[in-house]
């Protein structure tokens, strides 16, 4: 089966299933589309115009970050979303939060005021409380067992890593294990190459391009 993974450089949608992917040591081809002009063969096999979207050799086309990488860890044994049931819902669950988590995050890069980014900011603080709430002891998400929920986060603590808002987001001293959890992810070989070499620089202008009020408040986009 070959597996060809259609992208946006900048997606962290697409990171997570590229993550999956190298964590699984499955196979792959990989297509970058411009999202600002997407090619008519591209809308024609994406339901809804995203990415990422994962075309397989019998020309099937799969959609949702989370189900893609769900089929991936399916087709490519052992597996890594967990065998009970209810474990396996629980972490669909915080894979789908997850989701809010990269929003919070794009709508902190691209807010263009003030008002609009602080109030992003207290969500995004809100938000990850919970998610701090519900981690054990790590290394990940499940504990010894790196997961499909990793994979899943990573693609934001990737980007707060990068972008450093200059009022932090994720302070160690009330995020102590997602700081650890963050820690163990950007280490990893999977997360470090899920995503191009001029990924920092991309994100960097892609919130210039956007938001000249958050570029300043974000250490990475007012960089030179
Ligand atoms: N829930 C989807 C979200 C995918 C998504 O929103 N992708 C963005 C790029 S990061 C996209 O393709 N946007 C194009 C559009 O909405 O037209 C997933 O997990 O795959």
Redesign the pocket.
Known sequence: MSLELIS?K?????Q?SVITLLYKQAPYKITYID?AEPPEWFLKISP?????ALRLDDGTTL????I?NEYIDDITPPQLNPSDPLKRAQNRSWIQFG?QCIVDQYQLMMAKDEETFDSVRTRTLNNLDKVEKILGKGPWFNGEAFSLVDAAYAPIFMRYDLIKPKDDVMPESRYPRINAWSQALLDLPSVQNSVTEDFSKLLANYIRKNSAYAAKRLVAATAA
């Open positions: 946006f900048l997606c962290p949608f697409v997570r999202l809804f115009g995203k990415v990422p959609f949702e970050s989370a893609i989701e």
